[in-house]
C-alpha cells in the first residue's frame, strides 16, 4: 500500500512538473505510464519475496504488469472524476452605487466623472451618461471604486489611467477612452502623494 500510495505520487509530481503544459489527454496517458513504471517493479518484487516466503512460484514480471497496468488506467479514471474546483460561476465586481442611474442593461466601466453646471457627465466604456447630482455626491457613490479628484470638475478611476502627459507646462492624464483629464495645481500635490503621477 505505502509503495503505491509513493509510486503515484511520484508519477503525479513528474507528469505534473514536466508535462504541465501539455493537453489533458496526453498527460494521463503520461501519467498512466509514469505509474506503470514506477509501480509495476515494486509490485512484482513484493508480490516475489511474499511468493517464496509461502513456498509457491511467482508470477512473471508481464503478468503483474496486467496488474500494474489496470492499477495506473483507474487511478488515472479516478483522478478525471474528481469534481473540478467550484469556480464556475462568474465573480462580478462590485459595482458602485451610481451604476444604478445608469441606463438598465448597463454594461461597462465608468472612467470618469465630469461636472457641467448641475449635471454630471459619467463617461463609460460604453458610452456618456448625463445624470443630475451634485459632483460630491455622484463621487461618493463611486464607493468601492478607487479613484481621485485631477481637478474642481474632474473624478477620474485609478483603473482608468493609461499615462501622464505634459503639454506647454500643464499636466494631464490620458485615460483608456484617449480622453485627456486636466490635472490642476490644487489637486496636483495628492495625486503625487498617492503614486498616481
Known amino acids: 500500500m505505502i509503495l503505491a500510495v509513493v509510486a503515484t505520487w511520484g508519477s503525479r509530481q513528474l507528469v505534473k512538473d514536466r508535462l504541465d503544459h501539455v493537453g489533458l489527454t496526453v498527460r494521463d496517458v503520461a501519467f498512466a505510464l509514469v505509474i506503470l513504471v514506477l509501480f509495476t517493479p515494486a509490485l512484482w518484487i513484493l508480490t516475489w519475496i511474499l511468493c517464496a516466503a509461502s513456498g509457491h512460484d511467482a508470477p512473471g514480471l508481464l503478468a503483474v504488469g496486467t496488474y500494474g497496468a489496470l492499477f495506473s488506467t483507474g487511478l488515472v479514471l479516478v483522478s478525471k472524476g474528481e469534481a473540478p474546483p467550484e469556480n464556475d460561476e462568474v465573480i462580478e465586481a462590485p459595482q458602485p452605487r451610481l451604476v444604478s442611474r445608469l441606463p438598465d442593461g448597463f454594461r461597462g466601466d ?3 466623472l465630469a461636472v457641467r453646471d448641475h449635471y454630471v457627465d459619467v463617461v463609460t ?3 456618456t451618461y448625463t445624470i443630475r447630482s451634485r459632483f460630491t455626491d455622484a463621487i461618493a457613490e463611486m464607493e468601492p471604486i478607487s479613484g481621485h479628484c485631477t481637478h474642481r470638475s474632474h473624478w477620474v478611476t485609478d483603473a482608468a489611467i493609461l499615462e501622464i502627459q505634459k503639454n506647454n507646462g500643464k499636466t494631464y492624464l490620458r485615460l483608456r477612452n484617449d480622453d485627456l483629464v486636466p490635472v490642476s495645481r ?9 503614486g498616481v503621477i
Do not use: Q
Not at 490644487?186 to 498617492?194: A, C, N, Q, S
Open 110 to 112: 465608468i472612467l470618469r
Open 186 to 194: 490644487k489637486y496636483k500635490p495628492k495625486l503625487e502623494e498617492d
Open 125 to 127: 466604456t460604453s458610452g
